[in-house]
């Protein structure tokens, strides 16, 4: 494989790893928390450094032997596009979106609760965000469902064809956090399989968002990229 000459060294499209991959990649669509596309996404082709494209295919593989496949969210996010986070975070007037990834959190909280970081592990290049797939089915255009959480609080569940894992990519919100008591057992158990799993290909999970994975031994530790996803 040769790496396309118009990314840094060391990043790679995932799709000329790996095309087997699915990918949505929501902020280049108005499927996000802010509603529109999200500034420094230009394209839907998912980037990554090299390394986490290989560690990524390895996991690829395994999930593939249970009958599934990989769907991905987000992997390397410009600095562009966290300072377009920031700005919208500030606009106390735009609660568009609140429903569906929200409900009951103040926007203008979501860095300080840690949905949200203002120098994110994405911009590393090394930082996925994903969820699972039968591998026969394809993604499937978005249906909000009613659901009831365990303690009575009702969310949207964003219904895209994955496997349902208790609460939808980017909600902001406890349900959302790899343990909690919110959700079901078979929820908690596909978390736990997505999990080992992820960790079996050398990514490190994050407490407060079960699809977000990172590299262990990502090659930029501590460089933030900021050339745009096209």
Same mark, same amino acid.
């Given at each position: ?14 799709? *000329?790893?790996?095309? #087997? ?7 280049? $669509? =108005? %499927? %996000? ?21 290989? *560690? ?7 999930? +593939? +032997? ?8 987000? #992997?390397?996010?410009?600095?562009? *596009?966290?300072?377009?986070? $920031? ?12 429903? =569906? ?15 949200? #970081? !203002?120098?994110?592990? =994405?911009s590393r290049g090394s930082t996925v965000d994903l969820s699972l797939i039968h591998e026969s089915v394809r993604l499937n255009e978005i249906t909000p469902t009613s659901r009831v959480l ?16 208790? $609460? $939808? ?7 959302? =956090? ?16 997505? !999990? ?7 990514? !490190? ?14 090659p930029f530790p501590d460089t933030y990229f900021d050339f745009p996803v096209e």
């Amino acid at each position: 494989m040769t790496l396309d000459e118009t990314l840094p060294e060391g990043f790679a499209y995932l799709d *000329a790893i790996d095309p #087997s991959i699915q990918v949505s990649l929501r902020y280049c $669509s =108005h %499927n %996000n928390f802010i509603g529109k596309p999200i500034e420094g996404y230009r394209s839907e082709r998912v980037i990554m450094t090299e390394n986490a494209a290989q *560690a990524l295919c390895k996991a690829q593989t395994m999930f +593939k +032997k249970d009958g599934y496949s990989i769907v991905v969210y987000d #992997s390397y996010r410009p600095q562009t *596009a966290v300072n377009h986070f $920031s700005r919208w975070s500030q606009d106390v007037c735009d609660q568009k979106m609140k429903a =569906h990834f929200y409900p009951r959190v103040d926007k203008a909280k979501v860095f300080e609760l840690g949905y949200i #970081s !203002k120098k994110s592990g =994405h911009s590393r290049g090394s930082t996925v965000d994903l969820s699972l797939i039968h591998e026969s089915v394809r993604l499937n255009e978005i249906t909000p469902t009613s659901r009831v959480l365990n303690d009575s609080f009702e969310i949207l569940f964003l219904d895209d064809g994955t496997l349902d894992m208790g $609460s $939808s990519f980017d909600l902001f919100d406890e349900a959302s =956090h790899y343990q909690n008591n919110l959700i079901n057992d078979e929820h908690f158990r596909r978390r736990t399989y997505l !999990k080992e799993v992820m960790g079996a290909c050398g990514f !490190k999970a994050y407490a407060k968002e079960w699809w977000h994975f990172t590299l262990e031994d990502e090659p930029f530790p501590d460089t933030y990229f900021d050339f745009p996803v096209e």
